[in-house]
């Protein structure tokens, strides 16, 4: 019967080896219930939410014409600011991954410029947005002066979305850049590319997944924003009042199945989105 060769572990300890790292691998069972009390903090208000909705009347509440409206503008404004978050941030994302390496400090700086929406609040950043594109803002009221109105219109829904979304969305592509590695790119250079080909040939394919699944979240966070629209953009009907804005009108004015039925509306547009990241993750997995 063949031995393992002297100083090598035999197949069977090699294999009780393994199985004792398996098992402790990971983290101690004794943070499960932590785990699934966060679990809870998180499902529990959605199930009691789907729970609450009468869905036997679903056409009814879900087919009104000022859903129906609402639900129009909040997919046109979402997927137009997504477009422009796109536009704005790869170049974004592309020039924090060349400052890191030159200067960490100018990059850290600009990271805190970008990500400083996530921590304001919606009426921080509502004011914020009033005093530059107002009718009295920096920039508003030259705009005004040429007639264009950036307040209280759907271009001011736009203008919310990109400043609340713009920062998810150069995480995610800045993430996806980070990680892949420089050699790459020096690579290319030795080879005789230029910065245009190596973006284009090379961060752009790798980052595909991350630039993706931004413009999910931006569509996403764009889709719930509330907050900073209603104190830039106000709550018009077929100008400014998206779907959270319609839930909001109907739980102020006691009518709570025109604020159910945009729920379900918005509910059924969070379902596609994470379909979406789901799919984006498969293929991401599949690639690699």
Same mark, same amino acid.
Request: net charge positive; with cysteine.
């Given at each position: 019967?063949?031995?393992?060769?002297?100083?090598?572990?035999?197949?069977?300890?090699?294999?009780?080896?393994?199985?004792?790292?398996?098992?402790?691998?990971?983290?101690?069972?004794?943070?499960?219930?932590?785990?699934?009390?966060?679990?809870? %903090?998180?499902?529990?208000?959605?199930?009691?939410?789907?729970?609450?909705?009468?869905?036997?009347?679903?056409?009814?509440?879900?087919?009104?014409?000022?859903?129906?409206?609402?639900?129009?503008?909040?997919?046109?404004?979402?997927?137009?600011?997504?477009?422009?978050c796109a536009l704005l941030g790869i170049p974004l994302a592309l020039w924090l991954r060349r400052w890191e390496r030159r200067s960490a400090t100018l990059a850290g700086m600009v990271q805190m410029v970008v990500y400083a929406?996530?921590?304001?609040?919606?009426?921080?950043?509502?004011?914020?947005?009033?005093?530059?594109?107002?009718?009295?803002?920096?920039?508003?009221?030259?705009?005004?002066?040429?007639?264009?109105?950036?307040?209280?219109? %759907?271009?001011?829904?736009?203008?919310?979305?990109?400043?609340?979304?713009?920062?998810?969305?150069?995480? %995610?592509?800045?993430?996806?850049?980070?990680?892949?590695?420089?050699?790459?790119?020096?690579?290319?250079?030795?080879?005789?590319?230029?910065?245009?080909?190596?973006?284009?040939?090379?961060?752009?394919?790798?980052?595909?997944?991350?630039?993706?699944?931004?413009?999910?979240?931006?569509?996403?966070?764009?889709?719930?924003?509330?907050?900073?629209?209603?104190?830039?953009?106000?709550?018009?009907?077929?100008?400014?009042?998206?779907?959270?804005?319609?839930?909001?009108?109907?739980?102020?004015?006691?009518?709570?199945?025109?604020?159910?039925?945009?729920?379900?509306?918005l509910l059924g547009v969070y379902v596609l989105i994470g379909a979406l990241i789901v799919a984006v993750r498969m293929v991401s997995g599949v690639r690699r």
């Amino acid at each position: 019967m063949p031995t393992a060769p002297a100083g090598l572990p035999d197949s069977k300890v090699l294999a009780d080896s393994r199985v004792r790292a398996g098992r402790n691998f990971g983290v101690p069972r004794r943070l499960l219930v932590f785990a699934l009390c966060g679990i809870f %903090m998180l499902i529990g208000p959605l199930v009691g939410l789907l729970v609450s909705i009468p869905w036997l009347r679903l056409p009814e509440l879900a087919g009104s014409a000022e859903a129906r409206s609402a639900l129009q503008l909040s997919l046109v404004t979402s997927a137009t600011s997504t477009l422009i978050c796109a536009l704005l941030g790869i170049p974004l994302a592309l020039w924090l991954r060349r400052w890191e390496r030159r200067s960490a400090t100018l990059a850290g700086m600009v990271q805190m410029v970008v990500y400083a929406p996530l921590v304001l609040s919606p009426v921080v950043s509502g004011l914020a947005l009033t005093f530059l594109w107002g009718r009295r803002g920096l920039l508003g009221q030259w705009l005004d002066g040429v007639g264009v109105n950036v307040a209280y219109s %759907m271009l001011g829904v736009v203008v919310v979305q990109v400043f609340v979304s713009l920062p998810f969305f150069v995480a %995610m592509v800045a993430a996806a850049l980070h990680a892949i590695p420089h050699d790459l790119e020096e690579a290319a250079t030795l080879d005789g590319a230029n910065r245009m080909q190596v973006m284009r040939h090379i961060l752009l394919p790798l980052a595909l997944p991350g630039v993706v699944t931004g413009m999910v979240l931006s569509f996403a966070r764009a889709l719930s924003e509330y907050g900073a629209t209603l104190t830039f953009a106000g709550n018009v009907e077929g100008q400014t009042r998206t779907i959270p804005l319609l839930v909001s009108l109907g739980l102020s004015s006691g009518d709570m199945d025109q604020a159910l039925g945009a729920c379900i509306l918005l509910l059924g547009v969070y379902v596609l989105i994470g379909a979406l990241i789901v799919a984006v993750r498969m293929v991401s997995g599949v690639r690699r």
